[in-house]
């Protein structure tokens, strides 16, 4: 079964910095683009990066470039979020999703920026 | 970046009967390899999305037929033929055309 778990979130003070996770499982996680997907009650689903099979080719939202890394670890099945200089505007739910289909979502982690 | 617009933005459907929602993107979403990378995802309630269709109309592994995805170009619908109860939720469409990913505001279908 397909699984991908999101880790990391939490309540960060506005300029500081937070790691997000996600843990593949049940398939073949090399073989796979990801993205990283956040909502908001007030801006819905938002995209934010995305990352090659490889790590070599990655994108991301204006809104998150130059504070934002994505990268990734195919020997731990693994996709990272490191994230600096947040802002109340980064709270959300962050979620990974595989594949340029994104046809498989995580459950979330919750992200809450403020003092 | 392409702008997604999604209409209506609230669907109060009686169930058995048919629901549908349109998608319109700012600008043709056909890619330069021809494909049209044009999905529809459901959210229900405190769940993540689940991919229902991809490229326009190709049902998504486990989507019952009851869903179906038409459309070329910038115009897209989603269409269920009878609702059921358990497709209460949010309805999104998103194009991958082209970065930056961008989502439709997303349609609530609710039962009357």
């Known amino acids: 079964e397909v699984q991908l778990v999101e880790s990391g979130g939490g309540l960060v003070q506005p300029g500081g910095s937070l790691r997000l996770s996600c843990a593949a499982s049940g398939f073949t996680f090399s073989s796979f683009e990801v993205n990283w997907v956040r909502q908001t009650p007030g801006r819905g689903l938002e995209w934010i990066s995305y990352?090659?099979?490889?790590?070599?080719?990655?994108y991301y939202a204006d809104s998150v470039k130059g504070r934002f890394t994505i990268s990734r670890d195919n020997a731990k099945n693994s996709l990272y979020l490191q994230m600096h200089s947040l802002r109340a505007e980064d709270t959300a739910v962050y979620y990974c999703?595989?594949?340029?289909?994104?046809?498989?979502w995580g459950q979330g982690t919750l992200v809450t920026v403020s003092s | 970046d392409i702008v997604m617009t999604q209409t209506p933005l609230s669907s109060p459907v009686t169930l058995g009967q048919p629901a549908s929602i349109s998608c319109r993107s700012s600008q043709s979403l056909v890619h330069s390899d021809g494909n049209t990378y044009l999905s529809w995802y459901q959210q229900r309630p405190g769940q993540p999305p689940r991919l229902l269709i991809y490229?326009?109309?190709t049902r998504f592994s486990g989507v019952p037929d009851r869903f179906s995805g038409s459309g070329a170009g910038t115009d897209f619908t989603l269409k269920i033929s009878r609702v059921e109860a358990e497709d209460v939720g949010v309805y999104y469409c998103?194009?991958?055309?082209?970065?930056?990913?961008?989502f439709g505001q997303g349609t609530k279908l609710e039962i009357k």
């Open positions: 490229k326009i109309s």
């Open positions: 998103m194009q991958a055309t082209q970065f930056p990913r961008t």
């Open positions: 999703a595989r594949g340029s289909g994104f046809d498989s």
């Open positions: 990352i090659s099979t490889s790590g070599r080719t990655i």
